[in-house]
């Protein structure tokens, strides 16, 4: 979260920056995971992962243009990314 921005607003840039997709509407919180990976800063500073987990609606059509950093892709229902989350 950028200084100033809302965690929503946060969610809606990266979602664009990642994907392409420039419209979320109805941004609902499901929950929030505190992960055990540890994202190295320095060779001294270390951050933590938080997960936070929203439903979105997505404007038709959808055209997903993944950013370099990616490689591929899924839809999942909550029940299944639930699951996959899990074993992060």
């Known amino acids: 979260v950028l200084n100033g921005s809302t965690i ?3 969610l809606s840039r990266e979602v664009e920056e990642e ?3 420039k419209m979320l509407d109805s941004l609902e919180h499901l ?4 992960s055990n990976i540890e994202i190295p800063l320095t060779d001294e500073k270390k ?4 997960l936070s987990i929203y439903r979105c ?10 950013s370099q950093e990616h490689t591929d ?6 029940t ?3 699951s996959l989350l ?3």
């Not at 951050?47 to 938080?50: P, S, V």
């Not at 609606?57 to 993944?66: K, M, R």
């Not at 892709?73 to 909550?78: E, N, T, V």
């Open 8 to 10: 929503e607003e946060t």
């Open 19 to 21: 994907t392409g997709i």
């Open 31 to 34: 929950t929030t995971l505190i």
């Open 47 to 50: 951050a933590g992962l938080i």
């Open 57 to 66: 609606v997505l404007f038709d059509p959808i055209n997903v243009a993944l």
């Open 73 to 78: 892709y899924a839809w999942f229902s909550p």
């Open 80 to 82: 299944e990314a639930s």
């Open 86 to 88: 899990s074993y992060k």
